[in-house]
């Protein structure tokens, strides 16, 4: 009898050494998707400057040229995709994020994103028959930092920064190599629900907000796909749909270019930031 009690005493030590490991007010935001996510746009020394260190990013690869290595946490100074990509709209939603919430709440992101390609990419079924016979060569160079699965890693640090706080949420900006695939928004719940299964997280909780392409307004030359991207919340109830009209973008009416990016992730965080019952501060 004293055995049993002194194993369900150490059984509950060890869930709750776990369970204080784990600081519910250290935010997690994982985003994937292609170029418009990865970051295009170069950044500009205004957007290096006056990083909040609560605002912290996941290095999802070893980047020697910033002193950074894959599965440490740093203050999010661009560039948060890989070593040598630009400007995101993770990094203004991130900012925004921080303004807007409580002094004591910190955010740290995830960006694993690989410019052209198609959502099928992050299918971690077909990833595979992806990378082999449809990904063309300037993008399998991209693939290999990630071990030749971004999927894979998006889960691995996902796991690793579950370890220290709590994901709240999903951006994706993806659909321009998808234009007019009227089964996008089926293949994204096949994503999305593969991500929670993978995480431990329940089915449909955790909110995913997903960016229109350029505007029609811009002359975006996919933006006939946003008319597909909008209904993705008829096939994820959990899905919000960010919109893209204003954001200004470069020459190529494909792509945001820096002011674009800043707004387009302020609106992911003004999204991000209803849904959790706070508005955004007009003084901020």
């Not at 150490?10 to 369970?19: N, V």
């Not at 170029?35 to 999802?60: C, H, Q, W, Y």
């Not at 440490?72 to 890989?82: D, F, G, H, K, Q």
Request: glycine fraction near 8%.
């Amino acid at each position: 009898m004293k055995k049993k009690a002194v194993f369900v005493l150490f059984c509950l030590f060890c869930f709750c050494d776990k369970t204080l490991a784990q600081n519910p007010n250290f935010h997690i935001y994982l985003s994937f998707g292609q170029s418009n996510m990865e970051g295009n746009a170069k950044f500009e020394p205004r957007d290096t400057i006056d990083i909040n260190p609560r605002f912290k990013v996941l290095e999802a690869v070893d980047c020697p040229n910033l002193n950074r290595k894959m599965g440490e946490w740093y203050t999010a100074v661009p560039p948060l995709c890989r070593c040598n990509t630009g400007l995101t709209p993770v990094d203004y939603f991130g900012r925004t994020m921080i303004q807007n919430l409580p002094e004591f709440v910190n955010v740290g992101v995830i960006n694993v994103s690989i410019g052209g390609c198609r959502i099928e990419l992050f299918d971690k079924d077909k990833s595979d028959y992806y990378v082999t016979n449809i990904a063309p060569n300037w993008m399998k160079n991209m693939i290999k930092s990630y071990e030749g699965n971004p999927y894979k890693r998006l889960i691995d640090m996902g796991k690793l920064a579950q370890k220290e706080g709590v994901i709240k949420g999903i951006l994706l900006h993806q659909g321009e190599s998808n234009t007019n695939d009227s089964l996008w928004t089926k293949k994204v719940k096949i994503v999305y629900d593969n991500l929670l299964q993978d995480l431990n997280l329940p089915p449909n909780s955790i909110p995913l907000l997903a960016g229109e392409t350029v505007h029609a307004e811009q002359g975006g030359i996919c933006a006939s796909m946003n008319t597909i991207i909008a209904t993705l919340p008829q096939t994820i109830p959990s899905a919000s749909i960010i919109s893209s009209k204003g954001c200004t973008d470069a020459a190529d009416n494909l792509h945001f270019d820096a002011a674009g990016y800043r707004e387009l992730g302020k609106r992911y965080a003004e999204k991000m930031l209803s849904l959790m019952g706070y508005k955004l501060s007009n003084s901020k």
